[in-house]
């Protein structure tokens, strides 16, 4: 959830480490803090309450130099946000300082055992409990840094990448990890540590990806060395970025999530590039290929995720049983993983994250795969945890996602979803050929699609400015676009603090249409398709209340539109690809909303990008 920056080499660390704040900012922007060894041997750390730019103001007049060091940006778990609970956090002797992303699950008995050998503490986190811990077995037994950070981490239950410098080893940064992505980066006799590649891009395209239980030493003078837990020595696997720096910035747009938006049109294609192909009727996925009698065979699939990527999964629910016929189970990741789910061999399960690094589902594959399950991963993270974990698997392709509302991914991921439905639906003959044709037709005029539903920009932002002063939204949808009433509003109440709910538009009546009055608008997910004369009816019984209605609905609809208070087209397609469809405009009323609210779009409070902790 934080992110973590580390830099050693022959420049000045400290631009480098800030710059990668920067970029690392969408992980965590409750408290920033940096540390630095200067070239007289002491260990510098500073560290503000608030964003990168208020630890930026705040050491303007300090001593900077240094050719290593390490930086944070935190979005809290222990300890309320301020200034003594931000990373770094020194050891008691302030010999070592450390950063951490993560939850150490037993601080509370390691700080308890410190205390008694009469080490105090500066701040009420878990982090500093490790930090204290390191110094602790390395003075009791004289041990080198690694190897008491080693020992360290064999005491600690929890989840955790951390990086840490010791006065003493001015040369040296020492990471780890398990559960909580890091990345080093290899240059010319210089060596970067990041959460993920975006800080590390500028300098270099070659990276290792540390696995869960690896430390890394990176070392100005003898590179880079890694082992495990166990000090077994590794060899490391060097990649090459795929990531530009232009894809890191905000090329224009006045925020990354009006960039992301806008996007769609290019990353769709670039996700269906080589898998669909109109000329030959035909969708392709490896992943699938090398594995299509798991699919095809499967009595039942579960596919489990997090937030906006579940809603990505209730929508492939209705596409699989649709064409393949087969049971389909939708599962909050963190629930699944705590009762006792009855998993069969022969199941497969879909674990569906942008990050590739959510906590909750990769908790949920590791159950799976220990009862015997076959795990296909969808991610948009190249070389993140969950498609190393998973058995196989697809990459989505649609870029860095720096807006921490999800809107390019969710795309994709519904995009790979409908695809593998229409894989698994013809490879066991489920669906006629004439339906199968027809959706691949019109996967490939998604692009197209969309780019026609951006030109509504304008019409959308003037429906938003009337309802910037609002409580409530309700948002309604049926079959295929019920979650997508759910994505509309969980998209609002992210980024606006507007509350929203989504609901089928035929549980109105189970206790909703309670809240319709004048003040409560109701988006309505409305397209043409098989349940347009139910949705109708919804919607009479919305305005017979004076509710205010925003409905997305066909380009020629009129029975709507005679209905609705404001509308927003989409191109008439396939009931199956209308969610990537309709989702756009809801983007955009969200956006335009929280904009006019005065919101921060792409840091919203108390949220972060990637959830590694639970």
Sequence with gaps: M??????????????ILMKGLHRLEYRGYDSAGVALINSTGNLLVYKAKGKVSALEEAVKDKDLKGSIGIAHTRWATHGEPNQRNAHPHYSETEQLAIIHNGIIENYATLKQGLKQQGYTFR????????????????????????????????????????????????????????????????????????????????????VIYLDDGDIALLDRKKGVRIRTLSNIEK?????????????????????????????????L???????????????????FIDNKERFVNAKRIIITACGTSWHAGLIAMYAIEEFAHIPVEVEYSSEFRYRKPVINEGDVVIAISQSGETADTLAAIELAKSKGAFIFGICNVVGASIPRTAHSGCYTHVGPEIGVASTKAFTAQVTVLTMLALMIGREKGTITEEKYLSIVSELSRVPENIRSILKQNDIIKEVASHFTKVNNFIYLGRG????????????????????????????????????ISEQMPVVVVAPRCGTYEKIISNIQEIKARKGKVIAVVTEGDVEVSKLADYTITIPETEECVTPILSVVPLQLLAYHIAVMKGCNVDQPRNLAKSVTVE
Aim: net charge negative; charged share 25%.
């Design 2 to 15: 934080c992110g973590i920056v580390g830099y050693v080499g022959k420049r000045d660390a400290y631009p």
């Design 123 to 206: 701040s009420d986190t878990d982090t500093e409990v490790l930090v204290q811990l390191i110094e602790y077995l390395k003075v009791k037994d004289n041990l080198d840094l690694p190897t008491a950070v080693q020992l360290a981490l064999n005491q600690v239950v929890g989840a955790y990448a951390i990086a840490v410098l010791d006065k003493s080893c001015p040369d040296l940064i020492v990471a780890a990890r398990k559960s909580s992505p890091l990345v080093v980066g290899l240059g010319q006799d210089e060596y970067f540590l990041a959460s993920d590649a975006t800080p590390i891009v500028e300098y270099t395209d070659k």
């Design 235 to 267: 060899t490391p696997e060097i990649k090459r970025l795929e990531l530009t720096l232009s894809q890191i910035e905000k090329g224009g747009y006045d925020h990354f999530m009006l960039k992301e938006i806008f996007e769609q049109p290019d990353m």
């Design 269 to 287: 294609r670039i996700c269906m590039s080589g898998r669909v192909n109109v000329e030959l009727n035909n969708v392709t996925i490896a992943g």
């Design 480 to 515: 295929y676009n019920f979650p997508i009433a759910n994505e509309g509003a969980l998209k609002l109440k992210e980024i606006s603090y507007i509350h929203a709910e989504g609901y089928p538009a035929a549980e109105m009546k189970h206790g909703p249409i309670a809240l």
